[in-house]
């Protein structure tokens, strides 16, 4: 087969483009299908650390998302009443991991994507409801009743992901007991008419706030986590009111209820996650992204698991295209104990930034000034070996 490898790609959010890509720069023969009768995303931001970066570099699509996104000038670490636990210098951080980070409204960030994938490899408003694999070729099956055959099946298709399903049997995403209200708000609104007094991680009991800036400084995505185990709805898009946040968090900062204010329309939705599992492959079908290893956003890795996973794929199926059995084999060993320490270690940090305790939040602080301040660990939080990643380096890939 070598590079004519066929490769069925099934979802076309940012996974699933991003394989894509990196599948095509290799010469590999790609095809995405997509559920959506367009290619589009929730009108929300999106965290790119230092490691998502580089493998957009990788991908020759830096700079594009560099041009429509966001770079802070410091990384803000607040508690709910304001007092400053660190600041990191971006520069620093770009300096120790070769990359700056970077925050960008999710819908630029899949232009970006999807303009890099020629349109005629994309099939749109095809829902796979199945994917068999015991036949000498994989085949996707879609509710139109259409089927295709590929090499090898990709499934990008989100954590109630079919592809998984099919691989390997129903189940069910964990309700994490945490919930998210988010907004995105124009800075000409704000009152002080700029995002420095409000950008930043701000963590208290039972919540963290997240503010970044999106398309160029222009908007600022509000994230506002907080425990609650009584709504357990997973839509990004149903709409609550806006008094239910303020009220929510009455107490925090006078800079936070500001924006609460100036935010227009919010909307809520539950968190869930999934427990690391056994395997991601099965014969020549496997899955990545959201599909393969959903979690919590409390270290903004979502998006860049998902890249990774896309641009070692690629990488293993180069190295062993005339074997892609062991091509899946190695991508998968490559990859999946780093995803599930990120699942893992983004649990921790929810409850990490959600303490309720005083004593327990004031030594979470200490710490992470002491660590900041007495080691190279830039920002205080146990974060380098995520940063330092470079998916497009060889060296990624296991053995």
């Not at 090499?151 to 994490?176: C, K, N, Q, W, Y």
């Not at 996973?309 to 293993?316: H, I, K, P, Q, T």
């Amino acid at each position: 087969m070598g590079r004519k490898l066929r490769v069925a790609v099934i979802g076309g959010g940012i996974g699933g483009l991003t394989a894509a890509r990196a599948l095509q720069l290799r010469g590999f023969d790609v095809r995405v299908y997509e559920s959506s009768p367009e290619l589009k995303e929730i009108g929300a931001g999106v965290a790119l650390g230092p490691n998502a970066m580089k493998a957009l570099r990788s991908l020759d699509l830096e700079d594009q998302v560099r041009a429509i996104g966001y770079q802070s000038k410091f990384q803000h670490l607040r508690t709910w009443k304001g007092r400053l636990i660190s600041k990191t210098d971006a520069s620093v951080t770009a300096q120790r991991f070769g990359a700056r980070a970077c925050t960008i409204h999710r819908a630029d960030l899949l232009d970006v994507l999807a303009r890099s994938v020629p349109s005629e490899v994309v099939t749109l408003s095809a829902r796979c409801e199945a994917v068999t694999t015991d036949g000498s070729v994989p085949a996707a099956r879609f509710t139109d009743g259409t089927q295709i055959e590929a090499d090898m099946i990709v499934g990008a298709d989100g954590i109630h992901s079919a592809v998984r399903e099919s691989l390997f049997g129903p189940d069910a995403p964990r309700f994490t007991g945490k919930i998210c209200y988010r907004s995105v708000i124009a800075v000409a609104d704000l009152p002080q008419q700029s995002i420095e007094p409000y950008e930043g991680l701000w963590l208290g009991p039972h919540g963290t706030i997240v503010i970044y800036g999106v398309r160029r400084g222009e908007l600022i995505n509000v994230v506002a986590h907080y425990d609650d185990a009584t709504y357990q709805h997973e839509s990004w898009i149903a709409e609550c009111d806006r008094g239910e946040i303020l009220d929510r968090y009455r107490r925090w900062h006078a800079s936070l209820q500001e924006v609460f204010e100036t935010g227009k329309t919010w909307y809520k939705w539950a968190l869930y996650d999934r427990d690391p599992t056994p395997a991601w492959t099965k014969g020549l079908a496997t899955v990545l992204g959201d599909a393969a290893h959903p979690m919590l956003p409390y270290l903004g890795q979502g998006a860049g698991q998902a890249m990774e996973d896309g641009c070692v794929l690629a990488a293993a199926l180069d190295r062993l295209a005339e074997d892609p059995a062991g091509a899946l084999a190695l991508y998968e060993s490559s990859r999946r104990p780093r995803a599930s320490r990120v699942v893992l270690t983004s649990r921790e940090r929810g409850n990490d930034n959600h303490l309720v305790s005083p004593l327990a939040a004031l030594a979470r602080d200490v710490r992470i000034a002491v660590r900041k301040r007495f080691s190279t660990d830039v920002t205080g939080r146990g974060e380098a070996w995520i940063a330092e990643y470079d998916a497009g380096s060889p060296t990624v890939l296991a053995g």
